[in-house]
Structure formats: C-alpha cells, structure tokens
C-alpha cells in the first residue's frame, strides 16, 4: 500500500494561500489521492480527491506531479476556520478490500490572523 | 450531500458494561461502513471495515469479540464495545462509502469514557 509523507505542521498567515504538499512516491496507477481535514474533536471532513488531473472545487485545489509521485493541497484564501489537521491519503486495496482509507499523521495547519 | 449521522455522541459508563454506537447513513446507501479509533492527539486508526450482509473485517490487533460490529441494513452499521475497560476511552468514529472512486463520509464521532 502507497505511504504518504506530509510536514508536520505549517503555519499560514489569515488571506494567504495555504500550500500543503504530500509525497506519495510509491503510488500504483489506479490509487487515488484524497485529503481530508479534521478540526479539533470532530470527524473528518472530505475536501477533494483526484487520480491524475488537478482539480478544483469550492473549498480547495489539488496539484497532482505528472509521474504522480506528490501532490499539493491548496487553500486560495485561509481563514481561521481553516486551523485544522490535513490528511493526504492515498487510497489501499483493491474492492474485495473495502477500498479502506487509512490515515496518517497528517499536517497541523494553523491559520493566524 | 451525503450526510452520516454517528450516535450518541457522547457517552459515559461503567467499567464491565458495554455501549452501543449506531451510523447511519441518511441519504444514501452505503455499501460499506469503517470505523476507527482516535487517542488524543493522535491520528485516526483503522478497527474493521463493515459490510451489509456479512462479517465485519477487523484490522490486525483488533479484539473482534471486544468491538462487536454489526452491519445489519445498507444504511445502518453499529459498534459495540463489550465489557468496557478504562482503556477503551477514546474517540470512535465511523464512515461510510457509496463505493467506486466517491468519497468517503465521516460521522461527528461519539467520546466514549469509561470510568
């Protein structure tokens, strides 16, 4: 199963954009990538995901490398509400597995104003 | 959206007794059920992955006669601390899977203690 690698925690100043990179270097073809976000004491939130192509929703970005090996979450305009614990994951398994997402330590993200 | 609904989402009891926490998917049915633990200030770890209609599988360390999982309908999947110890005092979460590339959906978590 492809691992993830992720800086421990980053700060980013309120307005800013908030780029938060994971390396996911041994990831096979049909692996996707997903972040997540958890705010203290509540389950985590889905912000995106993408196997190939960046992508783009209301909350976020994502920048996938060509050979696929890393990927970069971006926030255009933090705000506070935005302090929070990011997960990259990249997803495990094939469908007689469940195709389980499992976490790791993930990235602190604090937003000051 | 799809909306899973996790409960209670606090509870208390007492050692040797056991709890029931129920996910609910609202809007959807969900194919597959996880759930994961969490110690504070850790990240979360895997317990089981849950499937409607069949046993639950657990990951490796996971006592399947403490953490009794029961996936009895496409939107229902419930957790089932039995005689709970002080240790078992955590941060429960499920979530649920539409399945194929889709995401996945998280309940709120439910904060067990055992006291």
């Known amino acids: 199963d492809a691992k993830t690698t992720q800086p421990p925690s980053m700060d980013c100043a309120e307005g800013r954009a908030a780029n938060l990179p994971c390396n996911h270097s041994t990831i096979s073809g049909n692996e996707y990538v997903y972040w997540y976000r958890q705010i203290h004491s509540q389950g985590p939130q889905y912000i995106i995901h993408g196997l190939k192509n960046n992508e783009t929703n209301e909350m976020a970005s994502l920048i996938i490398t060509e050979d696929r090996k890393s990927s970069t979450l971006i926030l255009p305009h933090a705000t506070l509400r935005d302090t929070a614990v990011y997960y990259c994951?990249?997803?495990?398994?094939?469908?007689?597995?469940?195709?389980?997402?499992?976490f790791g330590a993930g990235t602190i993200l604090r937003v000051k104003s | 959206g799809a909306v899973v609904s996790q409960h209670p989402s606090r509870v208390i009891c007492k050692s040797g007794t056991s709890v029931k926490i129920e996910c609910r998917s609202l809007d959807f049915q969900a194919t597959t059920m996880f759930w994961y633990r969490q110690f504070p200030k850790k990240s979360l770890m895997l317990m089981a992955t849950s499937n409607e209609g069949s046993k639950a599988t657990y990951e490796q360390g996971v006592e399947k006669d403490k953490f009794l999982i029961n996936h009895a309908s496409l939107t229902l999947s419930t957790l089932t601390v039995t005689s709970a110890h002080p240790e078992d005092s955590s941060f429960y979460i499920c979530?649920?899977?539409?399945?194929?590339?889709?995401?996945?959906?998280f309940g709120s978590g439910t904060r067990l203690t055992v006291v």
């Open positions: 994951i990249v997803r495990v398994g094939a469908m007689e597995y469940g195709n389980k997402l499992v």
């Open positions: 979530s649920a899977h539409l399945g194929g590339s889709y995401g996945y959906t």
